[in-house]
């Protein structure tokens, strides 16, 4: 099991930049791929990204590739998303994951920190 914090979720106008971290602890961070999920009101959560253990490999939604980059320090246990050109649409509750398969789905992530808000003004 490992433990996960999230940070970086705030208030910014339409266009603007945020990045997300996700702090691990607990169980070896490098032995787990890493994913970024988020969940707007009235909304399922939904995949944005992930990264493989050594970072080399991420794969993207397609609402979001081209302007949110998924990076991993395993010296630091920490998990990043990057959040360019944001939309209003990106409003939501972002959280991170960890897993010891790859896969997109909700269902295979083992632990989960407990969100940070995302809010984009128009």
């Known amino acids: 099991q490992v433990q996960l914090v999230e940070s970086g979720g705030g208030l910014v106008q339409a266009g603007g930049s945020l990045r997300l971290s996700c702090a691990a602890s607990?169980?070896?961070?490098?032995?787990?791929?890493m994913g970024w999920f988020r969940q707007a009101p009235g909304k399922e959560r939904e995949f944005v990204a992930r990264?493989?253990?050594?970072?080399?490999?991420?794969d993207y939604a397609d609402s979001v590739k081209g302007r949110f980059t998924i990076s991993r320090d395993n010296a630091k246990n920490t998990v990043y998303l990057q959040m360019n050109s944001l939309k209003p649409e990106d409003t939501a509750v972002y959280y991170c994951a960890a897993t010891r398969v790859w896969a997109r789905q909700t269902s295979n992530y083992s632990d989960w920190g407990q969100g940070t808000q995302v809010t984009v003004s128009s």
């Open positions: 607990g169980r070896t961070f490098s032995g787990f791929k």
């Open positions: 990264i493989s253990l050594a970072g080399s490999i991420t």
